[in-house]
């Protein structure tokens, strides 16, 4: 069994900066894979960025250069920093893991950019 939990959200001006944490509960979270996941008002859930087991890094086109994804293994967390923010990355965000047992989302942190 995985619990994820996000924090880190709130409201931000445009172009200001966020960074969104997710805690991982159970074992063996050094070996999975995790991502980053957004849904807007009335939109399907986006693909924003993954972090696979080493490291290795994917974005979504739409947030390239401006968000980045990271992992301390030793404290079971995953972190999105968001720079540069912009009206359309309002959404609710929410952390993300597949492994053996299934597929696991957090509650979601709601991220609103606005002046």
């Known amino acids: 069994q995985v619990q994820l939990v996000e924090s880190g959200g709130g409201l931000v001006q445009p172009g200001g900066s966020l960074r969104l944490s997710c805690a991982a509960s159970g074992s063996g979270f050094s070996n999975n894979a995790m991502k980053w996941y957004r849904q807007a008002p009335g939109k399907q859930r986006d693909f924003v960025a993954a972090i696979g087991s080493g490291g290795t890094t994917n974005y979504a086109d739409s947030v390239k250069g401006r968000f980045t994804i990271s992992r301390d293994n030793a404290k079971n967390m995953v972190y999105l920093q968001m720079n540069s923010l912009k009206p359309e990355d309002t959404a609710v965000y929410y952390c993300?893991?597949?492994?053996?047992?299934?597929?696991?989302w957090g509650q979601g942190t709601q991220v609103t950019v606005s002046s």
């Open positions: 993300y893991t597949q492994i053996l047992s299934g597929s696991y």
